[in-house]
DNA sequence: ATTTGACCCAAAAACAATACGGGTCAGATA
DNA sequence: TATCTGACCCGTATTGTTTTTGGGTCAAAT
């Protein structure tokens, strides 16, 4: 941890603060005041209101990268860590406040700023699924014929039902289908040769 | 047809402008020019500027029911029906540009108005799908434990992703992913027994 | 049964004045 | 040298006011 503490404590209460009233609603004035700051400190650990935005979601999404790699690195059968992977996936997202911020931005604004942090939980996402998915390949648990343009397919369909869950808040009204939609995605890449 | 000609000439020039200029830069004055009539007449056919909208988004996704009723009564394979059905509503959805106002409406505003004419396409959907579904787990193509639950999924997936394809003009691009997706639909729909 | 066009009025657009807040920086602190 | 402050700048958001627009009505005409 390189960091200051100053640092931490900046991105905390940034944190705190755009998760409570967004973006567009906070200031840094308020950021900066609630640890005891005047707001030019702010701007001596970020360039930028856009940048500092950018390291709260970058941590939003760190800690469900986190919590899922605990799962990839579990030692239970492909399918069930892919069952596992997506039920997770969707229901720790739903906490990552911030980045539901972005996913609306994509709609009416441009949160261009935000945009790497994004890209990175893609890749990080693609990476994983790419593994599991050739990992339960080679045992015999899943059969697909390309294994990379079904993680395509289905990394943009999760993308997709993250719109409805998270911006209409429909997670818990949809969270069966969501039980059943899962179901569906494993019976999909489920080999016939191994039904448990 | 028991309506006029003055009628149809009315959602005629409605659509063409609401397609154009949306609901609310299109105005009752400009719809009634267009065809050389005064705006009160508007009145006389349709009680309020919501209903004559509503009845533009019904005849486009009536246009889209009709479309796909052809195909649930061709008669090839039910597993050939279902992978047409869905590669044809969300391409013919696509042009259905007024409906695609009232989802990008789900977000900011309210167009309460439009809710009969969804509701109605989404009560089409689900009649046709649980009759396909029927059908195909008869003829043993399909095996699933729950029809019901399992159309409720599809329907939420398909509603989801309809979000990314049509507000975000990712249709084109993302027309490839699209077949993955049916693909994996079929596949998990498939029954064992009766693998093509 | 249809259509017109003048009319009403709530809501939106246009405009002006003001306040706010992101960002800078010279200097203080330690 | 690294960290922090608070006054300051200035584009933009906000607020308040006026004007225009456009949905909807209706008595009269066709």
Known sequence: MTDSNTRSLIVDSARMHFSRYG???????????????AKG???????SKEELFNEVVKQELGFVKTELDKIV?????????????????????????????????????????????????????????????????EEGFIEIKNIESTVNAIM?????????????????EYENIIDELVSMIINSLRSNRNNP
Chains 1, 2 share one sequence.
């Open 156 to 172: 943009m369909l999760v993308r997709s039902i993250e719109l409805p869950l998270y911006l209409q808040n429909k997670y818990t």
């Open 41 to 47: 400190v702010l701007y001596y650990y970020f360039k």
């Open 23 to 37: 973006f567009h609603k906070t200031t840094m004035d308020e950021i900066a005041k609630h640890i005891h700051k």
């Open 73 to 137: 690195a579990g030692n239970e059968d492909s399918l069930t860590i892919i069952k596992k992977y997506f039920l997770t996936r969707l229901k720790l997202m739903s906490t990552a406040v911030n980045y539901h911020e972005t996913l609306k931005a994509d709609f009416f604004e441009k949160y261009h700023f935000v945009k790497d942090a994004r890209d990175d939980f893609a890749e990080f996402e693609s990476v994983r699924l790419n593994r599991i998915f050739k990992k339960g390949t």
